[in-house]
T-cell receptor, first 109, second 113 residues
Framework: LAKTTQPISMDSYEGQEVNITCSHN???????ITWYQQFPSQGPRFIIQ???TKVTNEVASLFIPADRKSSTLSLPRVSLSDTAVYYC??????????FGAGTRLFVKA | SQTIHQWPATLVQPVGSPLSLECTVE??????LYWYRQAAGRGLQLLFY??????ISSEVPQNLSASRPQDRQFILSSKKLLLSDSGFYLC????????????FGPGTRLTVT
């Protein structure tokens, strides 16, 4: 399974765009990249998933370059309620999912 | 719509006591089911997953066990709890091959004293 590296924490202000990058140098050909969000004392919640190039939904955008060795989650105009931990997971479609330590995003007023 | 339930929400147990946590899913059939544990300030550790009734895969050797007596019921057990078993236990479900989204329950916070 591909190992991921994310920043431990990030700070931002309300209204700013936040980009969280995840490195996955040994990603497998069949791996998709999935991002989850977790609030304190809650289970993670799916945000977005992609394989390459760009994927956008109502919550975020996901950018994956051609070499697929990294991915960037982009959160437009964050608010205080976006303060959470964000996890990047390579996923081949098996069941052995690995959540790393994630990135703790703190949004300030 | 699908919902996932876990109980109890919180639990305080002495070392050496047994444990039983239950998870049930409503509104879907033949889900894949997962048990995770999260220590304070850490990521999620996959403990068990199940793709069908009676089919359990263990990811981490420990004093925990899991059972799936019914299609939408997943139980996490221990005969004797250790201090290191303290944590936030999360149940999740997904459909298909496991590539898609996992849906998590509200979790059980277990403190072993």
């Amino acid at each position: 399974l591909a190992k991921t590296t994310q920043p431990i924490s990030m700070d931002s202000y309300e209204g700013q765009e936040v980009n969280i990058t995840c490195s996955h140098n040994n990603i497998a050909t069949n791996d998709y990249i999935t991002w989850y969000q977790q609030f304190p004392s809650q289970g993670p919640r799916f945000i977005i998933q992609g394989y390459k190039t760009k994927v956008t939904n109502e919550v975020a955008s996901l950018f994956i370059p051609a070499d697929r060795k990294s991915s960037t989650l982009s959160l437009p105009r964050v608010s205080l309620s976006d303060t959470a931990v964000y996890y990047c997971l390579p996923n081949t479609g098996g069941f052995k999912t690995i959540f790393g330590a994630g990135t703790r995003l703190f949004v300030k007023a | 719509s699908q919902t996932i339930h876990q109980w109890p929400a919180t639990l305080v147990q002495p070392v050496g006591s047994p444990l039983s946590l239950e998870c049930t899913v409503e509104g879907t059939s033949n889900p894949n089911l997962y048990w995770y544990r999260q220590a304070a300030g850490r990521g999620l550790q996959l403990l068990f997953y199940s793709v069908g009734i009676g089919q359990i895969s263990s990811e981490v050797p420990q004093n925990l066990s899991a059972s799936r007596p019914q299609d939408r019921q997943f139980i996490l057990s221990s005969k004797k709890l250790l201090l290191s078993d303290s944590g936030f236990y999360l149940c999740a479900w997904s459909l298909g091959t496991g590539l898609g989204e996992q849906y998590f329950g509200p979790g059980t916070r277990l403190t072993v004293t």
